[in-house]
């Protein structure tokens, strides 16, 4: 005999009756136990009820039947029996995985008349993920229902809805302690990402999201990030979570460690987090210093670019800091790389060396010897004459060769000259004459009388040549002897 109990007008009741009456012939409808049917003894009894049924009403038939059981098994005792493998929603319990499909689980739920469905969308949060991926079958699994439908012989389970529910006990667990938590950034949502924690699913403001702005929040999804919740709202079940109060707090932990210890000169291995016009921003375990431009390279540059990217690690020292700005100065830029002490190594007192013009100033020029290493070569060392400007023997470009005159290490001068390598011409031989004899004038006749003559010596003392405008005056003072007379 079967008995089907519940309302007259319920549907599920009716169709419960329909189904069992297919099965077994002695079937009976009854609202309540008053309306048990008053027949002969039967060997095996079932009893069903609709899904809206009251349970006082089925106890109530039971233990009308119980009165009437013949046999030595108490009819109460079978139905408790039953009864402790009737499944309600909200019910927790423990089930075994016995088929594992594309977009569910079956789940065998321990002697319970239906087997559970379990959606993928219910075995876990993470949409990436598929039911193969988190069980197997012959797992066991602890699963929420969350409906039974006797009428459809259906009974719908979440994982989900009960990792939820336990998680939600470890998040406030979590916030009340301060513990910090790990997650996994499952999607980015308006405002924020969701990271999934152990099944509970926590929102991270766009702000909290990371240590710095982020303008794509998508990029976060796929990353695990260690948070720490800093509100929770039970009425609506909503929690908040921050990465930034994390990376704040061991921000804050290091710049404290760095200050205590920093000091001038100490050096580091720090990596470039971002350049500028100016110089490099280099992190040294918590804090950033920079590098400026100056101090990147000996030469000359236009931009750090020219000698260092981001990411790229550099050992550095402290070259100046102040602990109330927070402001520290790094240094690169290795002593043994100086080019003066490279050419202190090299340049001797004396030396000739191959140079080139670099730039010309009214005083002289100066020529590079040797990479950053320029020397002076004054107006009145690049020629062995007067010249008006260093223009007018060199020019720019023009490679020369020089003999270092004077050095000056301390102050990084080095003096140059060209002349000082330009050969003297050789002087002729001076012949030594031996002072003339004294000569002796011709006779020169200053008589006015014929018959007279007058001779008179007259000594020339060795003297200087006489020019030849002394011939012009030897040609005005001829006289001849007729005109003599006439003359005086």
């Known amino acids: 005999m079967m008995i089907v109990i519940g309302g007259r007008e319920s549907s599920n009741t009716r169709k419960l009756f329909d189904i069992s009456k297919k099965n077994c012939p002695v079937t009976y409808h009854i609202e309540t136990f008053e309306d048990l049917p008053q027949e002969k003894t039967y060997n095996k009894i079932g009893i069903t009820a609709g899904a809206s049924t009251p349970g006082s009403i089925i106890e109530e038939v039971v233990k009308a039947m119980s009165e009437n059981l013949k046999n030595e098994e108490s009819f109460a005792e079978l139905f408790e029996q039953y009864e402790s493998k009737t499944l309600n929603n909200g019910d927790i319990i423990d089930g075994k995985i016995v088929e594992v499909r594309n977009n569910e689980v079956i789940v065998d739920l321990g002697g319970f008349k239906y087997n559970g469905q379990l959606a993928a969308d219910q075995l876990t949060d993470d949409p990436s993920l598929k039911p193969s991926d988190v069980v197997k079958e012959g797992d066991t699994i602890k699963v929420y229902v969350v409906g039974v439908n006797d009428g459809e012989g259906k009974v719908v389970l979440s994982r989900k809805k009960l990792v939820a529910m336990e998680s939600w006990n470890k998040i406030k667990a979590a916030y009340e302690e301060g513990k910090i938590l790990e997650g996994k950034i499952i999607k980015a949502v308006k405002g924020g990402v969701i990271a999934l924690t152990e099944g509970a699913q926590v929102f991270i403001p766009a702000r909290q999201a990371s240590g710095r702005f982020v303008q794509d929040l998508q990029s976060l999804v796929g990353t695990t990030v ?221 008589s006015t009388d014929p018959d007279v003559e007058v001779e008179e010596e007259i000594e020339i003392e060795p003297a200087e040549e006489i020019e030849e405008p002394a011939a012009e005056v030897e040609e005005a003072i001829e006289v001849e002897p007729e005109e003599a007379a006439d003359a005086e």
Request: net charge negative; hydrophobic share 40%.
């Open 226 to 446: 260690n948070y720490k919740i800093i509100e929770i709202d039970e009425r609506r079940r909503r929690v908040i979570g921050s990465v930034r109060v994390i990376i704040e707090a061991e921000r804050k932990e290091r710049e404290d460690k760095f200050w205590a210890d920093a000091e001038v000169g100490k050096k580091y291995q720090g990596t470039v987090k971002s350049l500028t016009s100016f110089g490099a921003f280099v992190d040294i375990g918590g804090v950033d210093g920079l590098v400026h431009i100056s101090e990147l390279s000996w030469n000359k540059i236009k931009h750090p670019s020219e000698v260092v990217k981001e990411g790229d690690v550099l050992d550095v020292y402290i070259k100046d800091l102040n602990a109330e700005t927070k402001k520290i100065s790094l240094g690169f830029k290795k002593i043994e790389d100086n080019p003066w002490t490279i050419a202190q190594s090299k340049i001797n007192l004396g030396d000739t060396v191959k140079c080139k013009i670099v730039r010309m100033m009214p005083f002289g020029a100066f020529a590079e010897i040797m990479p950053n290493v320029d020397g002076l070569i004054h107006i009145s060392q690049i020629a062995d004459r007067r010249i008006g400007k260093p223009e007018d023997v060199l020019t720019i470009g023009e490679e020369v060769e020089a003999k270092v005159t004077d050095l000056n290490w301390d102050e990084k001068k080095i003096s140059l000259s060209i002349r000082a390598l330009i050969p003297v011409p050789e002087k002729e031989e001076a012949v030594e004459e031996l002072p003339a004899e004294p000569q002796k004038a011709e006779t020169l006749v200053y």
